[in-house]
């Protein structure tokens, strides 16, 4: 695609989150397009480490329209499998995908927004962005980040514990990312350091995906009702037991140490002086939201989230955003929970292209 183009919606992001946005415009009869920067089809599935699996059964994990076929001689999916269901996903609906495209600015032009891409120009009446949080991680401003002599990953550079062999690995972060690629290296006998902020708290081992969503789903319905925050899928814990984190846990391998203060050339230094010397540190410290191409808008607020109602932008309606976590929808950065809020965002620009 070159020179300029016209359509009534671009999707930005052809990952779990733009999928579900086109399937529902696609049967409201809406013009659209949707625009990813990968090379293939999978989103950020198929960048995920190697032993990644969900947290939830197949059928629990599907996108609108098509359930998740399960997966051969596995209870939760592996991240292949995912990317699987996604290719099949987006090829059972026609949906309209151009890759690769990556989109530079979307701003205002008249009563269309303009979309700038690296292969042209798109005009549109309405966007949604859907660039999820994995291509921007977040690393915490330690002192000595950057005089550290070792190796220095982020969650989204790890894939296996292969890689570390021999080595003595920190990793950071008392999240799922870090519990589970903790365990990971563990159970491989890698000599390991697990570094959290806070005490670990793991779910019960019967909790998956699926009380998850009903807890994130029930919290929004109690706020939107104007009842008191009873803290949803937060109150419950913060480390989904997977069978990897469980055996790990139960062997004794997940041992938590409080978080150091400052990097070393050679290691890392706690606030009561002890010092720990390391080859390797991995960052399971997060993601912030992939917005910079919204950036012309000028809607950024606090933590550098655009405020919504919902998953339209509070100060700009022709934009919406999805699948970026609560903020823009109860659960909707997992498969199950975008169907939901991709309907609604679907519904909502229908109404306003009339």
């Keep these: 695609m070159t020179g ?8 930005v992001g052809g990952g779990q989150a733009g999928l579900a946005a086109g399937y529902h ?5 809406v013009d659209f397009v949707i625009l990813d920067a990968q090379a293939e089809p999978g989103g950020a599935w198929q960048h995920t480490w190697d032993s990644l699996h969900l947290f939830s059964p197949a059928a629990y994990s599907s996108l609108p329209g098509r359930l998740m076929p399960p997966q051969t001689g596995e209870e939760y999916p592996d991240a292949e499998h995912v990317v699987s269901y996604l290719r099949d996903y987006e090829k059972r609906y026609e949906l309209p995908i151009q890759r690769p495209v990556q989109v530079k600015d979307v701003d205002r032009e008249g009563e269309r927004l303009r979309v700038e891409t690296d292969s042209g120009t798109w005009h549109a009446r309405a966007v949604i962005s859907a660039t999820g949080t994995w291509w921007r991680p977040f690393l915490p401003a330690i002192p000595g980040r950057e005089k ?8 989204v550079a790890y894939q296996r514990p292969q890689d570390f062999q021999g080595r003595r690995v920190i990793v950071v972060g008392g999240g799922n990312s870090g519990a589970q690629i ?35 789903t029930a919290r929004r319905r109690a706020l939107d009702a104007g009842r008191d925050d009873a803290g949803g899928v937060a109150s419950l814990g913060d480390i989904v037991a997977v069978a990897p984190v469980r055996e790990a846990r139960d062997r004794d391998l997940l041992r938590a140490t409080p978080m150091f203060r400052r990097l070393t050339t050679g290691g890392v230094e706690w606030a009561d002086g002890t010092s720990a010397e390391t080859d390797a ?13 919204l950036a012309p808008l000028g809607l950024r607020g606090p933590r550098g989230h655009i405020p919504t109602i919902g998953t339209r932008a509070a100060t700009e309606p022709r934009l919406h955003l999805l699948g970026y976590g609560d903020w823009t929808g109860p659960a909707s950065a997992t ?4 169907g939901r809020t991709a309907r609604e965002a679907a519904r909502e620009i229908a109404m306003l292209l009339r």
């Design 4 to 11: 300029e183009k016209r359509t009534q919606v671009v999707i």
């Design 25 to 29: 415009l696609r049967r409201l009869g």
């Design 148 to 155: 550290f002599g070792g190796k220095q990953v982020h969650t």
């Design 182 to 216: 903790a365990a990971d290296l563990a159970l491989d006998g890698i000599d390991l350091t697990w570094v959290t902020q806070r005490p670990p708290r793991f779910l019960a081992d019967t909790i998956d995906g699926r009380a998850l969503f009903d807890a994130a």
């Design 281 to 293: 540190i991995i960052w399971c410290t997060g993601f912030r939201p992939a917005l910079s191409h």
């Design 335 to 338: 498969l199950i929970g975008v």
